[in-house]
């Protein structure tokens, strides 16, 4: 019997990015979950167990800004799907129209903010956005709109939500691209039956391309979830460590931060930063597994 070769060229191939993955994710991964099983105490490393995770959970102090931190957290990510996400597709549907002139043009225009800096973007929208200096109050002034102003970023109510819709600028261009990228694989044959059966213009897109472009969609949405779970920069950009007003706009990403390594007269504590980072990935991981668990279940009985 001939004994299966091993091919050799693939292993050698992939080492160096499976080395290069383990040592910046993989092992501080497993790190950050090994910290947050220890505590110190006198300046000594003390096996602690799960302590970490219930003083995270339950105690009165430390719970009210965890659970207030992934209730911001939810609804940062809820903005995106239901204001990002659906712009997206709109947008992407237009762009992919063949008579629209410009439309690459169009496209680069609005996918050009992806590509700037956290920083760039947070400190830019904070002086457009400033009742001070910013350009934000003359501009809806001159359209006669200037009493519907307000200190958006300095208002609870308002500046989470704030932050969340400037973020939605930012990335809108992602899934307008996907999206994109997916009605350019529908073949032309099934829209061309389609238009034989009567079916074009908003109906071809309800009815023939939307249900084809589902899995891109369902592929954005977890881009999505993991995206905004693991949030930190924009934030950190516009509102500080301290995620003002008043951790209105704190999320897990800021709260970790804080807690890992400390600000202004709190000191950092690498063990509950770690329990905090190790619920984040919790939570990431229970969020996609649930949504693969829904694609499966939805497939089986599709094959029913």
């Known amino acids: 019997m001939n004994k299966a070769r091993i091919r050799w060229h693939i292993l050698v191939f992939l080492a160096p990015a499976v080395i290069v993955y383990t040592a910046v994710m993989i092992f501080p991964l497993f790190n950050t979950l090994r910290l947050a099983l220890y505590t110190r105490i006198e300046?000594?490393?003390?096996?602690?167990?799960?302590?970490?995770?219930?003083?995270?959970?339950?105690?009165?102090?430390?719970?009210?800004?965890?659970?207030?931190?992934?209730?911001?957290?939810?609804?940062?990510?809820?903005?995106?799907?239901?204001?990002?996400?659906?712009?997206?597709?709109?947008?992407?549907?237009?762009?992919?129209?063949?008579?629209?002139?410009?439309?690459?043009?169009?496209?680069?225009?609005?996918?050009i903010p992806t590509i700037l800096s956290f920083v760039i973007v947070g400190f830019a929208w904070k002086l457009i956005l400033s009742p001070i200096w910013g350009i934000a109050p003359s501009m809806l002034d001159a359209v006669g709109?200037?009493?519907?102003?307000?200190?958006?970023?300095?208002?609870?109510?308002?500046?989470?939500?704030?932050?969340?819709?400037?973020?939605?600028?930012?990335?809108?261009?992602?899934?307008?691209?996907?999206?994109?990228?997916?009605?350019?694989?529908?073949?032309?044959?099934?829209?061309?039956?389609?238009?034989?059966?009567?079916?074009?213009?908003?109906?071809?897109?309800?009815?023939?391309?939307?249900?084809?472009?589902?899995p891109s969609i369902g592929i954005i949405s977890i881009l999505t979830f993991v995206g905004n779970f693991n949030a930190f920069d924009l934030i950190y950009a516009a509102q500080g460590a301290l995620a003002g007003p008043d951790f209105s706009t704190d999320i897990l990403g800021t709260f970790m931060y804080r807690t890992f390594f400390g600000f202004q007269l709190q000191l950092g504590d690498p063990h509950m930063g770690s329990a905090i980072a190790g619920a984040m990935f919790a939570i990431i991981l229970l969020g996609v597994c649930i949504y693969l668990f829904g694609i499966q279940t939805r497939m089986r009985r599709y094959q029913l």
């Open 145 to 214: 709109l200037k009493s519907l102003f307000a200190p958006w970023l300095g208002k609870e109510e308002y500046a989470l939500t704030t932050l969340a819709l400037i973020s939605v600028w930012q990335f809108v261009g992602i899934p307008m691209m996907l999206i994109y990228a997916a009605l350019l694989t529908i073949p032309e044959e099934i829209l061309e039956a389609g238009e034989v059966d009567g079916i074009t213009g908003m109906s071809a897109f309800w009815k023939i391309k939307l249900p084809l472009i589902l």
């Open 43 to 111: 300046q000594e490393r003390v096996f602690a167990g799960l302590d970490n995770f219930r003083t995270l959970f339950f105690d009165p102090i430390w719970a009210e800004q965890f659970w207030n931190a992934l209730g911001n957290n939810f609804w940062f990510f809820l903005v995106h799907m239901l204001v990002q996400n659906p712009i997206g597709i709109a947008l992407a549907a237009l762009l992919s129209h063949p008579r629209l002139r410009f439309a690459a043009l169009y496209r680069s225009a609005i996918f």
